[in-house]
Each structure stands twice: as structure tokens, then as C-alpha cells.
């Protein structure tokens, strides 16, 4: 049984979604999607027209969005002023824009508080909570009982993101996928608020050779030694 907090950490298309939901389910935990509350944010900013690269204006509407998001990994939703966005975040506009908006130093702050407000209340009632992002080891969670840093290379990353993506009905080749996520890692890693680091005591965990399974046995051993 897990008690606390478990930092799942890493670049796009190394699985973490769906490794930290299949995680928590297995110990009976919360799960938080921290990049589908920027995501979101991101969403509002772009359907209020305002410019991505006008940090007060982008800290403005962060500060008076209406957002919502489970913490239950067998039932994800992401609500903006009650409307169900989940799609529409995974969608191209945002995942473009998605990075700038993160970037925005208020827009961190605001968001680290309440994911550690989301932490704190969960750890409370479950016990414990798997929690993905790229700063989760280093910035939201710096206690967390375990931190691993998902890494893959970056074809498997780029042919999973694209896989993906089809699933779910967007069309997108593989060229422009793996356009896409080393543009996005580039972004996530240079920027000055809380890149996307691995904190010092987090695990190296590379998927590139691993299935989902293989990935959950090896986190789950690590628990297991922490028990
Ligand atoms: O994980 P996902 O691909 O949904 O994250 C979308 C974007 O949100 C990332 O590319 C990054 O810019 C931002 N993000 C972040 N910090 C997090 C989670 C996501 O900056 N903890």
C-alpha cells in the first residue's frame, strides 16, 4: 500500500499518462495530471484571444479560470466552467501553445499551490496520490516517498505520441509528431521557472525496450523496496 506522494516526471511520449493511471489504480491511490491543468489553462487563455506572449494578460485569466479536475485514475475529467475539455486539451491548438503559457512564471506559482493543495487533501483521504508533470520531483513534491524520471528515445517517443494521437482520432504524421515533441522538450526544459529537470533522488527509469507492464513491475519494485 502506498502512503504518500509518488513523482512521476518526464518529457512527452514516454507513456507517463497512462503508466500513472494504470499505478495508481493498482495501489489504491489518487492520481493528478498536473500538465492537463496547464493544458487547460492554456485553452481558456486561447479562447479569450489573448496573445500567448502577453504574460499579465495570460496570468490574468490563469487567476480567474474555473477549473476542475479529478483525482480518481479510473475516471478522468478536466472541467473548465463545468464543461468537460478533455479532448479538446489533447487537441493541436493547445499543444502548441501549451509550453508559453507554462513558461509564465505567475501562471507556475498559481498552479504549483493548488496541486499541492490537491496533494494534501488527497494524501488525506486515500493515503496516497501518483502525480505526473515535469516538475512534480523538483518543485510540487520535493518530499514525495518515490520520484522516477521516465525517459524513451526519441523515435519511440514520437512514434507512441503518434499512436496515440490516431487513436484518438487526430491525424497527424510521425514527421510532425516528433517535430512537435522535441520542440516541446525544448521549451520545457530552457525555461527559467521550474524546468523540466529530474530532481537529484529521482530514478531513471528508460522505457524505450519496456511495454506498459514492464514499466508498472519496475515501479512497482520500487515501492515494494520503499515499504
Ligand atoms: O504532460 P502533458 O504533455 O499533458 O503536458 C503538457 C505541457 O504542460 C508540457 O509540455 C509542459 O509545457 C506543461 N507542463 C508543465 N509542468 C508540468 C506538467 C506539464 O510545465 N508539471
Keep these: 500500500e ?41 485553452l481558456a ?3 479569450s484571444g489573448v496573445a500567448t506572449d502577453d504574460d499579465e494578460a495570460v496570468l490574468s485569466i490563469a487567476e480567474n479560470v ?49 496541486q499541492m493543495r490537491i496533494i494534501a487533501e488527497v494524501c488525506e483521504t486515500r493515503g496516497g496520490i501518483v502525480v505526473e508533470g515535469r516538475d512534480i ?30 487513436a484518438s482520432g487526430r ?4 514527421d510532425d509528431t516528433r517535430k512537435d515533441v522535441d520542440r516541446r522538450d525544448r521549451l520545457d526544459s530552457g525555461r527559467t521557472t521550474s524546468p523540466m529537470q529530474p530532481a537529484d533522488d529521482a530514478v531513471w527509469l528508460d522505457t524505450t525496450e519496456l511495454d506498459l507492464q514492464g514499466v508498472l513491475d519496475e515501479i512497482l519494485a520500487l515501492v515494494a523496496e520503499r515499504d
Excluded at 499518462?17 to 494504470?22: D, F, I, N, W
Excluded at 476542475?68 to 479510473?74: G, H, I, M, W
Excluded at 520520484?147 to 528515445?153: D, M
Design 171 to 174: 491525424e497527424v504524421s510521425i
Design 45 to 47: 487563455v486561447l479562447r
Design 137 to 166: 520531483g523538483t518543485a510540487v513534491a520535493p518530499d514525495a516517498a518515490l520520484k522516477v524520471f521516465l525517459t524513451a528515445s526519441a523515435d519511440a517517443r514520437a512514434l507512441r505520441r503518434s499512436l496515440q494521437d490516431n
Design 2 to 42: 502506498l502512503r504518500g506522494v509518488i513523482a512521476l516526471d518526464g518529457p512527452s511520449g514516454t507513456g507517463k499518462s497512462t503508466v500513472a493511471r494504470r499505478l495508481a489504480d493498482a495501489l489504491g491511490a489518487g492520481y493528478l495530471d498536473t500538465g492537463a491543468m496547464y493544458r487547460a489553462v492554456t
Design 66 to 114: 474555473d477549473l476542475k479536475v479529478s483525482t480518481d485514475p479510473n475516471h478522468q475529467e478536466t472541467l473548465l466552467g463545468g464543461e468537460n475539455v478533455g479532448a479538446e486539451i489533447r487537441g493541436q491548438a493547445v499543444t502548441l501553445a501549451v509550453s508559453a503559457v507554462s513558461a509564465v512564471a505567475g501562471v507556475r506559482a498559481l498552479l504549483v499551490a493548488r
